[in-house]
């Protein structure tokens, strides 16, 4: 089933980051994803402890079990909203280094490099690793802010498709890695991943699963690229072979 397997590639990349040769290039990603997704956890977590006292200042003393009520609910709709957005910026953040990791694991599994550029011209490459992530941006923004009106209009109907939307999401973000290290058109990429859309709803699930879990979501971003790449090289690169 397509479903379980493109969840097994997700965790293909947690034995990956462990490989010699290839943790090196995981480290600064994984470094950046800690700093950035902890501190911020950190703040929201504030933040909410704020918003809790203010609202017991306005709520009457009867009512003041309402707070052990909202709190779960409060921490499940950042969980499953707030790890998305923040994934999104995170990784136009760390976009060079992950493609950077991508390509020394594809080149691991093929024993083929992408291409034989100098430091220099790998340098000169990241404004279009940049203008890449600034594309899935623009894809992204637009869609949640409609999803997240539907959530409100609509619950029930409107989270089923927050979720699949999310984990759709999550399966562009970081299967475009490998995409974009062969220099995939964003547009010809989505249309190789719906044509597999169980493999990519099952790898976007994992990452949904596993980035809402505190703790382990910080080690998420290198796992998710390392898996991705393995999928590529498995599914799509023949495609691109010349």
């Known amino acids: 089933m397509q479903l379980a397997q493109g969840m097994e590639y997700f965790f293909s990349g947690f034995s990956l980051i462990t490989r010699k040769g290839l943790k090196r290039f995981v ?13 911020s956890l950190f703040f929201l977590y504030d933040w909410l402890v704020q918003g809790f006292d203010y609202l017991n200042t306005l709520l009457p003393g009867w009512l003041s079990w309402l707070e052990w009520l909202l709190w779960p609910i409060a921490v499940l709709v950042i969980l499953f909203s707030y790890s998305m957005v923040f994934t999104v910026i995170t990784n136009f953040i760390a976009a060079p280094f992950n493609g950077l990791l991508s390509e020394k694991v594809e080149l691991y599994l093929t024993g083929q490099s992408i291409n034989d550029d100098s430091l220099s011209d790998t340098l000169k490459d990241v404004p279009r690793m940049f ?16 999803f997240f009106i539907l959530l409100w209009v609509l619950p029930i109907f409107g989270q089923i498709l927050w979720i699949l939307f999310t984990c759709w999401m999550y399966n ?26 169980g493999l990519s709803y099952g790898f976007g699930f994992a990452v949904f699963i596993l980035t809402s879990i505190p703790f382990i979501n910080l080690i998420v971003m290198p796992v998710a690229v390392c898996g991705a790449t393995k999928l590529w090289v498995e599914n799509y690169r023949i495609n691109y072979r010349t």
């Open 172 to 197: 562009v973000q970081y299967n475009d890695y490998p995409f974009d290290n062969h220099k995939i058109h964003f547009k010809q990429m989505k249309a190789d991943l719906k044509s597999k859309q």
């Open 131 to 146: 203008a890449r992530e600034w594309t899935k941006l623009c894809y992204y923004i637009p869609r949640a802010l409609g």
């Open 27 to 39: 480290f600064i990603p994984l470094v950046i994803n800690i700093l950035l997704f902890g501190s």
